[in-house]
């Protein structure tokens, strides 16, 4: 008997921000654990679905015929949750429990950095094995190149950006978009470059440290370009970066420097839609990977891609870090920020 004829029964839940691909990641695993007779069980509303009785009880096997036409549908069959239950030792015992009493040989869970926390969490509770799968839009985790979802949020994010140049050229306005991330500066340096926004604002290159300064700063860029007729002028900043947002810092240009911003902060519209190619493929193979992994007795481990390769990650080392956009992209951002400045219109 191999190690893989050990694994009959696999759980599955999707947990924290929902992202575009979850769903194509859903069916790959179901797909693909069925392909080596292996059952899976669905688990709603993230964690949860292991704590909470009345989420328990909508645990059910799933069949070809749950995941068929899913892989272009945004959000997640299996609903999601953030579940704060997690960091109590009460939760972890029940999950635990739960995992016991429906005979689960491992688990796959598809989510961010904090549901990989309680997924390590889970483990002093549950002897099963756990394996994660990124599917996060922030793209923040180490250890692979993308998370399912990224691609999708970027794209949603120029759609939008793209729609505001319009109508900030037509009045020759100054907008300021805010972009999702949590921490991390992914979306929007990708946003903030595929779009030539005039500025991208993140925790890369605009740490908070002198706000007055970096209003001066903003502004004498703002000054300069009205004053060479450059039109409309878009600033892209991180959420969590400037306290209050986009709305804020709107507000404090007008007040302080008396420059007129409208502010767009583009919010949840980033987390839905339907998957683009990339998030499809990447959670079809991360997903197939996933049910592989335990196949070779791989566990305790995030599947990554890397330079085009699954890798298995542990899944301590996956949250360690935030995943730090790469500096040829922030390197990109500053040299044509530059050349623009200098540039006669
Ligand atoms: O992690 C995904 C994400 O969309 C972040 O970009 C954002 O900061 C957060 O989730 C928002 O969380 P919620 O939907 O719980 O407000």
Same mark, same amino acid.
């Given at each position: 008997?191999?190690?893989?004829a050990?694994?009959?029964?696999?759980g599955?839940?999707?947990?924290?921000g929902?992202?575009?691909?979850m769903?194509?990641?859903i069916?790959?695993?179901?797909?693909?654990?069925?392909?080596?007779h292996?059952?899976?069980? !669905?688990?709603?509303? %993230?964690?949860? /679905?292991l @704590?909470?009785? &009345?989420?328990i009880?909508?645990?059910k096997?799933?069949? #070809?015929?749950d995941?068929?036409?899913?892989?272009?549908?945004?959000?997640?069959?299996?609903?999601?949750?953030?579940?704060?239950l997690?960091?109590?030792?009460?939760?972890?015992?029940?999950a635990?429990?739960?995992?016991?009493?429906?005979?689960?040989?491992?688990l796959?869970?598809?989510?961010?950095?904090?549901?990989?926390h309680?997924l390590?969490a889970?483990?002093k509770?549950?002897? !099963?094995?756990?394996? %994660?799968?990124? /599917?996060? @839009?922030?793209? &923040?985790?180490?250890?692979?190149?993308?998370?399912?979802? #990224?691609?999708?949020?970027?794209?949603t994010?120029?759609?939008?950006?793209?729609?505001?140049?319009?109508t900030a050229?037509?009045f020759?306005?100054?907008?300021?978009?805010e972009?999702?991330?949590?921490?991390s500066?992914?979306?929007?340096?990708?946003?903030?470059?595929?779009?030539?926004?005039?500025?991208v604002?993140?925790f890369?290159?605009?740490?908070?440290?002198?706000k007055?300064?970096?209003?001066?700063k903003?502004?004498e860029d703002?000054t300069?370009a009205?004053?060479?007729h450059?039109?409309?002028?878009?600033?892209?900043?991180?959420e969590?970066?400037?306290q209050?947002?986009?709305?804020?810092?709107?507000?404090?240009?007008n007040?302080?420097?008396?420059?007129?911003?409208?502010?767009?902060?583009?919010g949840?519209?980033?987390r839905?839609?339907?998957?683009?190619?990339?998030?499809?493929?990447l959670?079809t193979?991360?997903g197939?990977?996933?049910v592989?992994a335990?196949l070779?007795?791989?566990?305790?481990?995030?599947?990554?891609?890397?330079?085009?390769?699954?890798?298995?990650?542990?899944l301590?080392?996956s949250?360690?870090?935030h995943?730090?956009?790469?500096?040829?992209?922030?390197d990109?951002?500053?040299?044509?920020?530059?050349?623009?400045?200098?540039h006669?219109w």
């Open positions: 008997m191999t190690e893989s050990k694994i009959k029964r696999l599955m839940l999707t947990s924290g929902d992202a575009p691909g769903n194509a990641a069916r790959a695993v179901v797909l693909s654990a069925h392909h080596y292996i059952e899976v069980i !669905g688990f709603h509303h %993230g964690f949860n /679905g @704590i909470v009785d &009345d989420n009880k909508q645990a096997a799933l069949l #070809f015929s995941v068929n036409h899913i892989i272009h549908l945004g959000g997640t069959i299996l609903k999601s949750a953030r579940c704060p997690m960091l109590e030792e009460s939760g972890l015992l029940k635990g429990k739960t995992l016991k009493d429906h005979a689960i040989d491992a796959v869970v598809i989510g961010g950095d904090g549901s990989f309680g390590l889970l483990q509770y549950w002897s !099963g094995k756990v394996i %994660g799968i990124p /599917g996060t @839009i922030d793209n &923040d985790l180490d250890g692979t190149d993308y998370t399912i979802g #990224f691609a999708t949020a970027v794209n994010g120029i759609e939008a950006v793209d729609k505001i140049r319009d050229d037509a020759e306005r100054i907008f300021i978009v972009l999702m991330g949590r921490h500066g992914h979306i929007t340096f990708n946003v903030g470059i595929a779009c030539a926004a005039e500025q604002l993140s890369e290159n605009f740490p908070v440290t002198n007055k300064a970096q209003l001066e903003l502004a703002i300069l009205q004053q060479q450059c039109g409309s002028y878009i600033i892209v900043i991180a969590n970066l400037w209050g947002g986009a709305i804020e810092l709107a507000r404090a240009l007040q302080y420097k008396n420059i007129n911003c409208t502010a767009c902060t583009l949840h519209i980033q839905g839609g339907s998957p683009v190619a990339k998030d499809r493929i959670a193979k991360m197939v990977a996933a592989q335990l070779i007795n791989e566990h305790n481990v995030m599947v990554g891609e890397l330079n085009n390769m699954m890798k298995f990650i542990p301590v080392e949250v360690k870090h995943k730090l956009v790469s500096k040829q992209l922030i990109a951002q500053e040299n044509i920020l530059a050349l623009t400045a200098q006669q």
